[in-house]
């Protein structure tokens, strides 16, 4: 078995494996990190072989605007080569890839694999949040109604005049419990989540009041299937059904490029925002768990 840095003509392939074995993974949020170097910072990229087929992936990367030190790690296996202790070989080549300044690495993992769960947990990680993701068909989603003084401008990729002003209104409103791992999020974090290549399509608008940026939600296109990465609204404006309005005005644009479903990912206990989905029409499809561990020094 050969374990090597992946290259550019692998990576349909590495794709393929990685969706294949991990059911709670969509190509909307991982070709980014796979296709795009200018994604990602301090991203390694491991191919395995065994007699000539692909049986192993390991992925390590920082995430743009994610808080500095942590880093996403995913381990992907094959069918045939589970139990060969190459998820134990990935790991230890990407701790050795890790850069200076890393504080701690995290995954995720499908909650239905408690194998999975319990290998992790021996390799050092432990479960920081358990994340439910739920699933909305956009056939005929209708136009949302605004009320007096209340716009909508879509721009895929954010790109807004005021961007200071949405800046400091998407930071306000990041008060969901992901931030605790993340750090807060900038512009820039949302745009590196869309991958420069064809087929995937970045979604994006903000909601104005009186031409005060109020809320926003970024989603990305892929497969048919819209993947809602943020939807949020700035502190001092909630309780007014903004966040019900953005996602509807969200799921629309979506629409239009193709998307015939919308997917979301939500803290299980985060009760506000899985209301306004419940209400919208969206279902729980599966969970996963968030697991991190500290960097060894």
Known sequence: MVIRQAHLPEHAAILDLVLHRC?????????????????????????????GGLVGVGLQYHGIGIAP????????????????????????????ALPPDAVATSGEIDDRDQHALAVAEH??????????????????????????????????????????????????SQTNPEVAQTGVLTLAALRAMAAETAGVLPVGLVVRDAGRPVALSFAIVADGEAQVVYTGVRPDARGRGLARLAKQALHVA???????????????????????NAALGYRRVLGRYWVSRAVAR
């Open 254 to 276: 979506a629409a239009r490029l193709g998307a015939s479903s919308a997917v979301t990912d939500n803290e299980d206990d985060n009760a506000g925002i899985r209301a306004v």
């Open 69 to 96: 030190g942590r880093l996403y790690r995913l381990l992907v296996v094959a069918d045939a080569a589970l139990g060969s202790g190459l998820g134990s070989a990935l790991q230890r080549e990407l701790d050795a």
């Open 123 to 172: 390799w050092g990680y432990s479960v920081t949040q358990h994340s439910v993701t739920s699933r909305l068909g956009l056939a005929g989603v209708p136009e949302p109604a605004l009320p007096a003084g209340v716009s909508v401008e879509v721009s895929p990729r954010l790109a807004v005049a005021d961007e200071a002003a949405v800046e400091a209104m998407y930071a306000a």
């Open 23 to 51: 059911a709670h993974l969509n190509r909307a949020l991982v070709e980014p990190a796979v296709i795009d170097p200018s994604a990602t910072e301090d991203r390694t990229l491991l191919a395995a072989y065994d007699d």
